[in-house]
């Protein structure tokens, strides 16, 4: 029985082929989520919500598409320069509120500047209207 | 002796050959994932900043309508979070993190709401993304 080197190329050939059509290069990231609350009109905890916002150096109003930082509306890709400056400035502690109208992409987008600027605190909390 | 050299150099080109297409196919096996047909329908926030990783396990995918699959099963929030904690077992502190895929235009709010709901059941939670770079 001889060895049959051109089948086995054939099949490894095969096998190469399908893993290089079917294989994308580790695209995806990851990030984690700093701390959440959800706040629905006068309920969730309003003494804590007044002291965390008395608090935080930076307060962030995310909707479609923009960014209000204390009280700059920006385009969200503007964002990135503006959460370096005011880390510049030394604001360590960020307050999130979330717009019904802003979208995942919108929150990820932040989220992702504010840990690329490595702010000390990051709270994120929805609003409503 | 030349003609055994002339032999061993015969043979030299193929078996190289096969070397270097077998390295490459273990390089694919290695680095490769496989993905479900659920997780390729959803287009998750695009990132560009972030370190690239494969596609995390395990996986709950939240698709446009609000649908939720664990690892390409369908699922509810709270089978979703029941299932985490069964693996976690009693342990204080489960090490195992959820990972959270999302559409895009999801409404961040509700996605928020879920992210929550897992971490309050003491189940970490990281939000997949898509580089930028890799969207094509």
Excluded: C, H, W
Excluded at chain 1, 40 to 69: C, F, H, M, N, Y
Excluded at chain 2, 47 to 55: P, V
Excluded at chain 2, 97 to 124: H, S, Y
Aim: without cysteine; charged residues 20%; glycine residues 6%.
């Amino acid at each position: 029985m001889t060895f049959m080197l051109i089948p086995l190329v054939d099949v490894i050939f095969l096998l190469l082929t399908f893993f290089m059509l079917s294989s994308n290069l580790a695209p995806y990231s990851a990030l984690m989520l700093g701390s959440y609350q959800r706040e629905t009109g006068a309920s969730a905890q309003p003494a804590k919500t007044g002291a965390d916002e008395a608090q935080a150096d930076v307060i962030l109003t995310v909707s479609a598409g923009e960014v209000r930082a204390n009280g700059i509306n920006l385009p969200l890709k503007d964002f990135l320069d503006e959460a370096k400056r005011l880390k510049d400035d030394g604001a360590e502690r960020v307050v999130v509120f979330v717009r019904p109208s802003a979208t995942a992409q919108d929150i990820v987008s932040v989220l992702e500047a504010l840990k690329r600027t490595a702010f000390a605190s990051v709270t994120v909390r929805t609003r409503q209207g | 002796m030349q003609r055994l050299a002339r032999e061993r150099q015969k043979l030299d080109f193929p078996f190289a050959f096969i070397n270097i297409i077998l390295l490459l196919l273990f390089f694919f096996i290695v680095t490769g994932s496989i993905i479900g047909k659920n997780e390729t329908s959803v287009a998750p926030p695009l990132t560009s900043r972030l370190t690239t990783e494969r596609l995390p396990r395990p996986l709950l995918v939240i698709d446009k309508a609000g649908a939720l699959y664990l690892d390409e099963v369908p699922t509810s929030l709270a089978d979703a979070i029941a299932s985490m904690e069964r693996v976690g077992g009693d342990t204080p502190a489960p090490t195992l993190t959820l990972n959270v895929i999302a559409d895009r235009t999801f409404p961040a709010q509700r996605f928020l709401d879920i992210v929550e709901a897992i971490r309050q059941a003491g189940v970490p939670v990281r939000i997949v993304t898509l580089d930028a770079r890799a969207k094509g």
